[in-house]
């Protein structure tokens, strides 16, 4: 049973508009959540780790630099697979796929977890599953996109106040979500350049954020480094004719071109984006190059080198022409066409042991979190920051709707927002 309409309801703010913070939105607010959510994204629009680049020089050229598809491997489907499908917001990802070994040879895909179960992208890109969310979500949602939360502050009556970059105020929220790690983890610290966000201080008196604190600390992360070529006409045609659309690289072949796949990404008219994804190994050694055009090139604690970004990307287009050369033979050795761009992901999978679903709600502090480090099925996959998502919205749907639930504000007071 959804909380009733005029119950008295938590002001309610989401960090974070990848797939994990925009299912949450949608989830919550179909199971008639009343009041407005709010969510904070650092990036220029939702989509995190499953968002989509555009072009500059032509907006019709675009790729999907992170996730290029979510496989469902679990029963039941999560519930907001069918309303995205019926909405034309995904479909199914039906290409052909194949896998590298380190003689160059094309064999058939094995037991890749990222291939597994049912297949599934955004129907204009990847970005388009996120943006789909956010339909579900209706007007309850708002988006604040380009909004770095640098730094939160609990509240004298208990709850959250969210901070910009220059400490500015954002908004107050009764109870807070993180879809990222971002504020939590060293690294991410380490990346705001900010002192540790004051949760230490209030983990002291609830042992399950200091549990979850913890956990979160431990996680690993694995980078990758992506190279995105953008190409049309004639440079596109080859590419596209290729006999796969994902390539896999076995072990020996990341050993060998430093490179973990290949997407190969129809576009409109001819176009065609090729997104090669770097062995973790290769990104590890160059964690310090990011991609100028990037959101982690904006954060305060990162500094962008240009010069070993431009070697970077011509390293990874040289071990692209040269892994394909069976079939591109013409482009091994040849001045690459095209726009080339660099996109670093520091942590692109989670690695370790994901947080407990047990600590992903900490009432005493009214914070919860979801996204893909949450232990499960699906942990490091877009389909576990889905389901992670919905879940939370249930746990929190029943919470907050029970009498005298922490963080009640009167309807009538809303979200308190200045972004
Ligand atoms: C290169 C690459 C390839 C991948 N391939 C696959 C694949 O084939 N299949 C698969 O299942 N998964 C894949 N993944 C993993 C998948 O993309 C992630 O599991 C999923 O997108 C995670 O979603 P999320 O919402 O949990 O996190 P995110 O997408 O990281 O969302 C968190 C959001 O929070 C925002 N944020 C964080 N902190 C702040 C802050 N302080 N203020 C404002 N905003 C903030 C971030 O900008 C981000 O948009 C891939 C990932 C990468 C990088």
Redesign the pocket.
């Known amino acids: 049973m959804p909380p009733e309409a005029s119950a008295p309801h938590p002001r309610l703010a989401v960090?974070?508009?990848?797939?994990?913070?925009c299912a949450f939105a949608a989830q919550l607010l179909r199971r008639g959540w009343p009041a407005p959510i709010s969510l904070?994204?650092?990036?220029r629009g939702?989509?995190?780790?499953?968002?989509t680049r555009h072009s500059r020089r032509d907006p019709q050229q675009r790729a999907d630099?992170?996730?290029?598809?979510?496989?469902v491997c679990t029963e039941p489907p999560p519930a907001l697979l069918a309303p995205l499908l019926a909405g034309g917001w995904i479909e199914p990802w039906l290409e052909p796929c194949a896998r590298l070994d380190a003689s160059g040879a094309l064999q058939p895909i094995g037991a890749e977890p990222?291939l597994q179960g049912s297949r599934y992208r955004g129907r204009g890109g990847m970005e388009q599953v996120c943006r789909g969310f956010l339909a579900l979500a209706g007007a309850g949602c708002t988006l604040h996109s380009s909004?770095?939360?640098?730094r939160l502050e609990p509240l004298a009556g208990g709850g959250w106040r969210l901070l910009g970059r220059a400490g500015e105020h954002m908004a107050d929220a009764d109870w807070l979500v993180l879809?990222?790690t971002?504020?939590v983890h060293p690294r991410?610290q380490a990346l705001?350049g900010a002192a540790p966000a004051p949760l230490a201080a209030v983990a002291a008196s609830d042992p399950e954020l200091a549990a979850a604190l913890q956990t979160i600390a431990a996680l690993g992360a694995e980078p990758?480094s992506?190279l995105i070529w953008l190409l049309e006409g004639t440079a596109a045609a080859p590419w596209l004719a290729l006999p796969f659309r994902l390539l896999e690289f076995d072990a020996g072949a990341q050993r060998r071109w430093g490179l973990w796949r290949v997407s190969i990404q129809p576009g409109a008219q001819g176009r065609c984006a090729v997104v090669a994804?770097s062995s973790a190994a290769l990104a590890a050694d160059h964690l310090q190059t990011v991609g100028s055009g990037s959101?982690a090139a904006r954060l305060p604690g990162v500094r962008p080198d240009p010069e070993r970004e431009q070697a970077l990307i011509a390293h990874l287009t040289a071990a692209v022409q040269a892994a394909l050369a069976t079939w591109l033979p013409d482009a091994h050795g040849q001045p690459p066409p095209g726009e080339r761009q660099l996109m670093r992901?520091g942590a692109?999978?989670p690695r370790g042991e994901g947080l407990p679903v047990a600590l992903s709600v900490c009432a005493r502090s009214r914070l919860a979190f979801?996204?893909?480090?949450l232990a499960g099925p699906?942990f490091?996959?877009?389909?576990?920051?889905w389901r992670?998502?919905e879940l939370l919205a249930e746990r929190l749907v029943e919470l907050l709707r029970a009498p005298g639930a922490a963080g009640v504000h009167s309807a009538a007071q809303g979200t308190q927002e200045h972004g």
């Open positions: 960090i974070g508009a990848g797939l994990a913070g904070w994204e650092a990036g939702p989509g995190g780790r499953a968002s630099h992170g996730a290029p598809l979510i496989n990222l909004q770095l939360v640098q879809s990222g971002l504020l991410g705001l990758h992506n994804h959101a992901w692109a999978f979801c996204g893909d480090y699906g490091g996959r877009a389909e576990g920051a992670s998502a």
